[in-house]
């Protein structure tokens, strides 16, 4: 059983920066790739950060790239989401996702298990 726990989410102001972070259960982090989502009211949920189950490839779309970095810490079975520059339309709940190796990390449909989100707020 994949268990996702995110935690960090806030209220910044525009240009602020903010660390969240997904707990995982087991050795989540060391078997799957994980992935960073947001979800903002009346848009879709979207893809900000991905890395693979190795650690090695990373993926992040032109809205955060530059901004927004994606990391594991294994001893603590633990994902961040490091968001530097932040903008009002960052905006959203942030979910923590687990995909199967294998699978693209670039693509929704590849991650089975989910946190809760955590709230984010830039305002401006």
């Known amino acids: 059983q994949v268990q996702l726990v995110e935690s960090g989410g806030g209220l910044v102001q525009a240009g602020d920066s903010l660390r969240l972070s997904c707990t995982t259960s087991?050795?989540?982090?060391?078997?799957?790739?994980m992935g960073w989502f947001r979800h903002a009211p009346g848009k879709e949920r979207d893809l900000v950060a991905a890395?693979?189950?190795?650690?090695?490839?990373?993926y992040y779309p032109d809205s955060v790239k530059g901004r927004f970095t994606i990391s594991k810490e294994y001893a603590k079975n633990t994902v961040y989401l490091q968001m530097n520059s932040l903008k009002p339309e960052d905006t959203a709940v942030y979910y923590c996702?687990?995909?199967?190796?294998?699978?693209?990390?670039?693509?929704?449909?590849?991650?089975?298990?989910w946190g809760q989100g955590t709230q984010v707020t830039v305002s401006s």
């Open positions: 890395i693979k189950w190795s650690g090695v490839n990373t």
């Open positions: 996702a687990a995909a199967v190796p294998g699978l693209p990390i670039t693509e929704n449909r590849s991650y089975s298990y």
């Open positions: 087991g050795r989540t982090v060391n078997t799957y790739s």
